[in-house]
T-cell receptor
Framework: DVKVTQSSRYLVKRTGEKVFLECVQD?????MFWYRQDPGLGLRLIYF???????EKGDIPEGYSVSREKKERFSLILESASTNQTSMYLC?????????????FGQGTRLTVV | TQLLEQSPQFLSIQEGENLTVYCNSS?????LQWYRQEPGEGPVLLVT?????EVKKLKRLTFQFGDARKDSSLHITAAQPGDTGLYLC???????????FGTGTRLTIIP
């Protein structure tokens, strides 16, 4: 079974803190993604990576950065957390490929910034 | 940025009823996927449709891709409580590794 594991289910952080969200996949997928999920807005892409040390901005990268030093691990970093970053964060991975490529998701991290 | 709008946003119906959920865009996609997300979990892929006009069936679920590849629908026959969840459509363009997700439909089936 493909497994995408996010390091925390729930996190509570203070405004201004630096926050790290970690994601690990065990299927040797080239692509990894970070989304945030808010009611009525669906999933919005923050950043994605198609190879080690490679990254591309998604639709809402402001306030976030990412790191991919190893193929299996993709980290999302909030340099200085703000209350408007309170959200559900979902990590996903997929094989490089065609239009049938499936995205596999982690269970999500619910981040609250107070 | 390509957008996918889903309707309705919320739907609550009795067990045994039929329903249809829509996913619409002004943009053309190479393929369209449907995912279901249950509480506390990440989305899981249900189906991928690739050809304009394509219809795929998954037990009581019927998925259709519009002829122009800009829209899709999901029809559920005789809904059951196990169908409860958040349904998300996602569009994909050939040569682009990213998926564009829809706004989601939260479905509740009342026993």
């Amino acid at each position: 079974d493909v497994k995408v594991t996010q390091s925390s289910r729930y996190l509570v952080k203070r405004t201004g803190e630096k926050v790290f969200l970690e994601c690990v996949q065990d299927m040797d997928h080239e692509n990894m993604f970070w989304y945030r999920q808010d009611p009525g807005l669906g999933l919005r892409l923050i950043y994605f990576s198609y190879d080690v040390k490679m990254k591309e901005k998604g639709d809402i990268p402001e306030g976030y950065s990412v790191s991919r030093e190893k193929k299996e691990r993709f980290s999302l970093i909030l340099e200085s957390a703000s209350t408007n970053q309170t959200s559900m964060y979902l990590c996903a991975s997929s094989l490089e490929g065609d239009e049938n490529t499936e995205a596999f998701f982690g269970q999500g991290t619910r981040l609250t910034v107070v | 940025t390509q957008l996918l709008e889903q309707s309705p946003q919320f739907l609550s119906i009795q067990e045994g009823e039929n329903l249809t959920v829509y996913c619409n865009s002004s943009s053309v996609f190479s393929s369209l996927q449907w995912y279901r997300q249950e509480p506390g979990e990440g989305p899981v892929l249900l189906v991928t449709v690739v050809t304009g006009g394509e219809v795929k069936k998954l037990k009581r679920l019927t998925f259709q891709f519009g002829d122009a590849r800009k829209d899709s629908s999901l029809h559920i026959t005789a809904a059951q409580p196990g169908d409860t969840g958040l349904y998300l459509c996602a569009g994909h363009n050939f040569g682009n590794e990213k998926l564009t997700f829809g706004t989601g439909t939260r479905l509740t089936i009342i026993p």
